[in-house]
T-cell receptor, first 116, second 115 residues
Framework: EAGVTQSPTHLIKTRGQQATLRCSPISGHTSVYWYQQALGLGLQFLLWYDEGEERNRGNFPPRFSGRQFPNYSSELNVNALELEDSALYLC???????????????FGNGTRLTVT | AQSVAQPEDQVNVAEGNPLTVKCTYSVSGNPYLFWYVQYPNRGLQFLLKYITGDNLVKGSYGFEAEFNKSQTSFHLKKPSALVSDSALYFCAVRALNSGNTPLVFGKGTRLSVIA
């Protein structure tokens, strides 16, 4: 089966611009998670979408937003980019709750966002 | 609140020696525990999980982990390390009754296996 796919692989933006990152989940998975992996900070939870709705949101400012489409793919938008937004953004997918509770998340290879 | 601690940023081990990567957790109620590995410029790959049952869990690539409820630990182990095991390892937890709480990850431990 095809895995989680993310695009673009790399994205270079300047401070103040907007970035859009995309994710396609594994077929049959309806939940999509976004995590930020900044140097030295591990994985920080950003957003969780399931069946088109936002289920939970991490401790990030409102300029981080997203949505999930009817085909369960997802977009992460980051407005007014700041230098500290430079990170690897990882998308993961899973079956919907509660079936996902004892199942692992499946991760894409990420989008490397660089803000200059 | 759920949390995971990986007390070592870096673990160095000689090839052929046993390795241990430490993880402790905090949740309300029973935990679901996971280990993932990340190779350079890649996403996270699932290694193994503890849901219930036997405290010793076996996973991919010869890795295993031991769940210890009294010490709230879930250390990752391998009897004989390979150079190809060098990577970044993440422990993660969610509670059995976690509602809409997502999987929480530790900060990662970088494993370096030296030939």
């Amino acid at each position: 089966e095809a895995g989680v796919t993310q695009s673009p692989t790399h994205l270079i933006k300047t401070r103040g611009q907007q970035a859009t990152l995309r994710c396609s989940p594994i077929s049959g998975h309806t939940s999509v998670y976004w995590y930020q992996q900044a140097l030295g900070l591990g994985l920080q939870f950003l957003l969780w979408y399931d069946e088109g709705e936002e289920r939970n949101r991490g401790n990030f400012p409102p300029r981080f937003s997203g949505r999930q489409f009817p085909n369960y793919s997802s977009e992460l938008n980051v407005n007014a980019l700041e230098l500290e937004d430079s990170a690897l953004y990882l998308c993961a997918s899973s079956l919907p709750r509660p079936r996902d509770l004892n199942s692992p998340l499946h991760f894409g290879n990420g989008t490397r966002l660089t803000v200059t | 609140a759920q949390s995971v601690a990986q007390p070592e940023d870096q673990v160095n081990v000689a090839e052929g020696n046993p390795l241990t990567v430490k993880c402790t957790y905090s949740v309300s109620g029973n935990p679901y525990l996971f280990w993932y590995v990340q190779y350079p410029n890649r996403g996270l790959q699932f290694l193994l999980k503890y849901i219930t049952g036997d405290n010793l869990v076996k996973g991919s690539y010869g890795f295993e982990a031991e769940f210890n409820k009294s010490q709230t630990s879930f250390h990752l182990k391998k009897p004989s390390a390979l150079v190809s095991d060098s990577a970044l390892y993440f422990c993660a937890v969610r509670a059995l009754n976690s509602g809409n709480t997502p999987l929480v990850f530790g900060k990662g431990t970088r494993l370096s296996v030296i030939a």
